[in-house]
């Protein structure tokens, strides 16, 4: 009888792709996710259809694409997570499951379980509803050591300032998240396998990391800003100065800063999650074990003077994507894929793996076939979005390869191409060029092929319609799930 794996499912949030030793970085260290991807398989060219936290989540936790999750960013016309159904933690837990999600969820109401038995919240400063507190901060004031509260370090949840932790490392969210994934598991029901979500909050601003990694990183030569031939449009001292900004240059010291804080959060996060590692293997469960590590998009971290996220460029839409198969499982392995893969395939590989039944809701695809090497048809391209958040200039829809980016800006009407191949911080702006023509015709072309199926207006006889002065692109799905 076929027995099936617990599955631990690893999240951070806002960690941009090329932040882990496995993925080329030779400054950071990340030694508990370098060994993870030695022994499963590493995808390249992973991405996040809609490079914010509540659409990216809806779609890894319904498989779904987010025009069928209705939510397609954090603005204009966008709603909450609500209404989800056939989620992963749903089908697991029907298929005997013990589930549970600790960290951050960003679900709404915030106590929502969406198929999850239990859940233990940190939500950072997201307060919903009139009376809620997160778990997190609860144990933080009961367990703090002086009179000081968990945002005295004084950076704001969007902020690009760094500093040290204020308070005591043991009360850092991310220590918080790995003593309550360990509790789960010490106390989880012993004659069902288990599905535990453990989700971060960092590296996501503030970039607060510990004292400990922050000095690691401040003696470091880490690296700076990729800024493009194209950037100066977004070298805007207004908008430079607000301590949120989603964009402008701030000082290098001031930049090299985040980056420290930045750097130092996802070191400490690799050592807490070495912590979780070293006890399922002390209890044996190492290697009946599914684990999957991935973020819900990147960070900018001042990359063409941008900061944040919502962007199609490659800090804040392509993402780490690493799958360790349990032992029972293991075999001629795929090291390393570049096949183009997306937070929708998450949730059809976990049920594959674990024997469970893929809803006909879902969208994406296992990733079995890959990691296994067979030879299967997959996509050609992710096709990724994100509706007006700061500004719209900011809205995009974008698609990739991996290998070629192509960019529409629906409000502004103009698109941007990118040969990820030889200039992979997108430093060069090809659209205009001629020798390129044909290349830009071919991806707008796959776009326009994606957009015409909705019928939403933003195609009209085989070209792309600008939105300048039109309502927002709402989906017509996410009236029927708020229903439901």
Known sequence: ????????????????????????????????????????????????????????????????????????????????????????????????????????????????????????????????????????????????????????????????????????????????????????????????????????????????????????????????PLIGEWSAMHHVEKDAASPDAWRGKRSDGEIRRARIGYYGNIHHIDLQIGRLLMYLKKIGQLDHTLILFTSDHGDMMGDHHLWRKTYAYEGSAHIPLIVKLPKAMEGALVERSNAPVCLQDIMPTILDAAGVPIPDSVDGRSLLPLIRGESTPWREFVHGEHSTCYSELQEMQYVTDGRWKYIWFPRIGTEQLFDLASDPGECVDLATDEDHSVELNRWRDKLVAVLAERNAGLTEQGALVCQAGKPPIVSPKYEGMCIR
């Open 1 to 224: 009888m076929y027995k099936r794996p617990n599955v631990l499912l690893i999240m951070t949030d806002q960690q941009r792709w090329d932040t882990l030793g496995c993925y080329g970085n030779k400054a950071i260290e990340t030694a508990n996710l370098d060994w993870l991807a030695s022994e499963g398989t590493v995808f390249t060219s992973a991405y996040s259809s809609t490079p914010s936290c509540t659409p990216a989540r809806a779609s890894l936790m319904t498989g779904m694409d987010p025009w069928n999750t209705g939510i397609l960013g954090m603005g204009r016309g966008q709603g909450p997570m609500k209404g989800l159904e056939n989620t992963l933690p749903e089908q697991l837990a029907g298929a005997g499951y013990h589930t549970q999600g600790v960290g951050k969820m960003h679900f709404h109401p915030q106590r929502s379980l969406f198929g999850f038995h239990h859940t233990v919240l940190d939500e950072s400063g997201r307060e919903d509803e009139p009376g809620f507190v997160s778990d997190y901060r609860r144990w933080f004031e009961q367990n703090k050591t002086g009179d000081y509260g968990f945002t005295d370090h004084g950076i704001d949840w969007n902020s690009w300032m760094a500093r040290p932790y204020h308070a005591p490392e043991f009360l850092h969210p991310t220590n918080w998240t790995v003593n309550e994934s360990i509790r789960f598991i010490q106390n989880r029901d012993p004659g069902k396998p288990f599905f535990l979500k453990m989700s971060f909050a960092r590296p996501h601003s503030p970039y607060d990391a510990p004292a400990f990694y922050y000095d690691i990183y401040e003696k470091k030569d880490i690296p700076k």
